[in-house]
């Protein structure tokens, strides 16, 4: 089975901009493409074959009859484990939390989310909120949100172009205005609000709140440190960079300058290849299959062989 292209699902939120079409290529009859799901099995955003044979078949209906291509780690797991997403956020984020496996599943029938964050662009000044400055009680914590002070408490994060960030389930977070980012996660789309800067929703009311539900899965400690691994040459005009690794995924962004990254044979997981910059060909036993520009998702069937990508490029490559 060859590579093809992944039509994602789009999502306009309040706080969306415009960049994902102007910049990314994305097509959408909506006016704000606050998000684009670029992998996605999760009912609430379901992403689609673009290219080859199987053009215009659901991505979740070909991961149910083609097991196969998504590799042997993922039958560990009772759903398809990854969610990917181009995120572009004109506005502010709402201040919010994700519960672990144990909380969804009981409460919300669904998963857990833990989830890294790439930042591919950011206007100057732009920060996220990630964490407490301080360990908080829950009272504390409760209190905070209800005489809405909570934003003094909070720990923010000047970020720049590059910039990790690894948010597991139960840190305090948001996206701030101004930031463009790449999202690898849980397939999962529970998020608790605990603040929303007053602002209505399509129906003139204020956006729901969760309160009580994160105050029982927030972590009160302050933020975690946040780590990022420098970039390494692999040969010639190649480098990677290690962005995360947890029992979900592994995450590496790639630079091509010109030459090509040969792609080694593996039966454990497909590959979700994000073009965030640039353009590239892939090639599989010699013959082109796809081009692949900035903003195109491309997914490598496990067992796929002599697959590489020639080019010059800045990509995410994910695997279970």
Not at 78 to 88: C, G, N, R, S
Not at 92 to 121: C, F
Not at 262 to 267: F, V
Request: hydrophobic fraction near 35%; aromatic fraction near 10%.
């Amino acid at each position: 089975m060859k590579p093809f292209l992944l039509k994602p699902a789009i999502k306009d939120y309040i706080w969306g901009g415009t960049r994902l079409r102007e910049e990314f290529g994305k097509e959408s009859d909506l006016d704000r493409l606050a998000e684009s799901w670029e992998l996605s099995c999760h009912p609430d955003g379901e992403g689609f074959i673009a290219s080859g044979e199987l053009e215009g078949m659901s991505f979740a209906k070909f991961a149910q009859e083609h097991p196969e291509a998504l590799g042997e780690k993922c039958t560990q797991f009772d759903t398809f484990p990854v969610l990917i997403k181009l995120i572009d956020a004109r506005g502010n984020l709402s201040v919010q939390v994700h519960p672990d496996n144990d909380y969804a599943r009981k409460y919300e029938n669904d998963n857990g989310k833990t989830e890294m964050w790439y930042i591919v662009d950011c206007e100057e000044g732009a920060e996220l909120i990630y964490g407490f400055k301080d360990k908080l009680t829950k009272e504390k914590f409760r209190a905070v949100i209800a005489d809405n002070t909570l934003l003094e408490y909070v720990n923010r994060v000047p970020v720049k172009k590059g910039d990790v960030f690894f948010i597991k389930p139960g840190t305090l977070h948001a996206i701030g205005k101004g930031i463009l980012i790449a999202e690898i996660q849980q397939s999962s789309n529970v998020t608790y609000r605990v603040y929303d800067y007053g602002r209505l929703g399509a129906d003139g009311k204020p956006r729901e709140l969760h309160v009580e539900k994160a105050i029982e899965v927030t972590s009160l400690d302050p933020s975690p440190e946040q780590q990022t691994n420098g970039a390494e040459n692999i040969g010639g005009s190649v480098s990677v960079q290690k962005l995360a690794s947890c029992e979900y995924f592994d995450v590496e962004k790639y630079e091509i300058g010109g030459g090509e990254l040969r792609l080694e044979n593996r039966a454990d997981s497909f590959r979700h290849i994000l073009v965030i910059d640039g353009e590239c060909e892939v090639f599989c036993g010699g013959e082109q299959v796809l081009t692949a520009k900035k903003g195109s998702g491309v997914f490598v069937p496990a067992g796929t062989d002599n697959c590489c990508i020639k080019g010059n490029c800045t990509i995410i490559i994910t695997v279970v």
